[in-house]
T-cell receptor
């Protein structure tokens, strides 16, 4: 079974509007971390935001926030005030604590296009 | 602070050959992970090294191997290349396990084409 599911292969958003990218996950490990990365066409993966499974509050980093709903096993990324430079692939990823290491499991990604 | 560097950035090899890719982590980072990215399979974990020891390994054949040096730099090697090995190989560095949120910072990748 897929551990990370991103159901939106592609999304369009108007510049300056907010957009939500969906991510659901599956794990039986009570301790895990959830990450979002941005991959522009250049290929480099850029770390955006992190949410730990025990964190009480939703993570925020500038224009990025993570809508963490633990019971529903979802970790949606919200980008406020979209900019043209936000056009890229976005990946949701999970690390399970039992790995005791850095193995990240990635979703298939969502391609975001920001329209002027 | 300099980011993760990977060399070479682009590589073209022939089936049956072998290839070595190099990764220098962010200064102070001691853990290095490798990922393979293909259009069909997406991003898949290859292995992780810390203190010159492999800590985690993904589900790849033995043709894929790696190592880490005492300065935390890492190399990965693919022997007997197959067409399906054509991919973007990404290296990621992070602080030692258990430190902070242990987020990984990625390099620009090496794009390998096997003909």
């Amino acid at each position: 079974a897929q551990k990370i599911t991103q159901t939106q292969p592609g999304m369009f958003v108007q510049e300056k509007e907010a957009v939500t990218l969906d991510c659901t996950y599956d794990t039986s490990d009570p301790s895990y971390g959830l990450f979002w990365y941005k991959q522009p066409s250049s290929g480099e993966m850029i770390f955006l935001i992190y949410q730990g499974s025990y964190d009480q509050q939703n993570a925020t980093e500038g224009r990025y926030s993570l809508n963490f709903q633990k019971a529903r096993k979802s970790a949606n990324l919200v980008i406020s005030a979209s900019q043209l430079g936000d056009s890229a692939m976005y990946f949701c990823a999970m690390r399970e604590a039992y790995n005791q290491g850095g193995k990240l499991i990635f979703g298939q990604g969502t391609e975001l296009s920001v329209k002027p | 602070k300099a980011g993760v560097t990977q060399t070479p950035r682009y590589l073209i090899k022939t089936r049956g050959q072998q290839v070595t890719l190099s990764c220098s982590p962010i200064s102070g980072h001691r853990s290095v992970s490798w990922y393979q990215q293909t259009p069909g399979q997406g991003l898949q974990f290859l292995f992780e090294y810390f203190s010159e020891t492999q800590r985690n390994k993904g589900n790849f054949p033995g043709r894929f191997s790696g190592r880490q040096f005492s300065n935390s730099r890492s190399e990965m090697n693919v022997s007997t290349l197959e067409l399906g090995d054509s991919a973007l190989y990404l290296c990621a560095s992070s602080l030692a396990p258990g430190q902070g949120t242990y987020e990984q910072y990625f390099g620009p990748g090496t794009r390998l084409t096997v003909t």
